[in-house]
């Protein structure tokens, strides 16, 4: 299903604004990191968090740059597999940046050691971590709890990235197919399975089906993973622009309430 003309002009809108961000977010950054004493939470900073937002920054141009939101043809798999890397990078970086900000935390406030002291193993390190949760300022741990935070990381970012690193990783389907073009696509699918691959006239027949069904339907504007563990498919250029907008949000409250 394509967007409607509303949804494709806010998400263009949106996406025009997306290197200014990255620009004021970078001044953000380093302004910020003038108020840092301990050398490794600078390094944390600069060399995590902010070279983490160049690569969500151009995951997003990349991503933009080969599949239009506006976008109705196929894209030639090549392309398709490009626009799936990113993605990729996009998720992973996304939770390496809040695992930074948890590192920049804990060394700044010298938090790094044995649990029976008092302080923080590395496992408990992050953002997202409750046990870094526990020394954050109050306004910051109610804001990472609240409601719209604590659900987009827990049942969306963080189950997607978990299957993306350890079970089925995010995949941008080929093609969205009405009732008639899937049943074309089966009965491709079902002459496919009778095929010889030790046969050379098999192996030719087999790319002549191939190319029939990649011509079936239009192109897929969602994303998912499996569809078989808590994954629901979701519209993938509105949810990345939505997520870097999260993504802002949540470092000028973790500057603004160190």
């Known amino acids: 299903m394509a967007y409607t003309e509303d949804n494709l002009k806010e998400i263009n809108e949106k996406y025009a604004e997306i290197n200014h961000i990255h620009d004021k977010l970078l001044r953000q950054l380093m302004s910020f990191q003038q108020r840092l004493k301990n050398e490794k939470a600078r390094e944390y900073l600069k060399q995590g968090v902010g070279r983490r937002l160049k690569t969500l920054t151009r995951c997003i141009n990349n991503i933009f740059t080969i599949f239009p939101a506006d976008r109705v043809e196929h894209l030639l798999p090549e392309y398709l597999t490009d626009v799936t890397i990113n993605l990729h990078a996009f998720f992973i970086n996304i939770a390496g940046l809040f695992d930074n900000l948890g590192w920049v935390f ?77 049943n074309e696509f089966k009965d491709l699918e079902g002459q496919i399975q009778t095929l010889d691959f030790w046969n050379p006239a098999d192996i030719t027949k087999y790319d002549e089906l191939c190319k029939r069904q990649e011509k079936l339907g239009k192109a897929s504007l969602f994303f998912a993973h499996s ?32």
């Open 106 to 182: 804990v060394y700044e406030n010298d938090l790094l050691g044995k649990t029976e002291d008092g302080k923080i193993d590395k496992k408990g390190v992050g953002l997202f971590n409750r046990r870094t949760q526990d020394h954050l300022k109050i306004e910051l741990k109610n804001y990472l709890n609240s409601d719209p935070i604590k659900s987009w990381n827990e049942d969306y970012s963080k189950n997607y990235r978990d299957s993306l690193a350890h079970r089925i990783p995010l995949y941008v389907p080929p093609s969205v197919l009405n009732k008639s073009e899937e």
């Open 227 to 258: 569809l078989n563990e808590d994954s629901r498919p979701v519209y993938f250029h509105a949810q990345i622009i939505a997520d870097y907008l999260t993504v802002e949000e949540i470092i000028y409250k973790f500057c603004g309430n160190f």
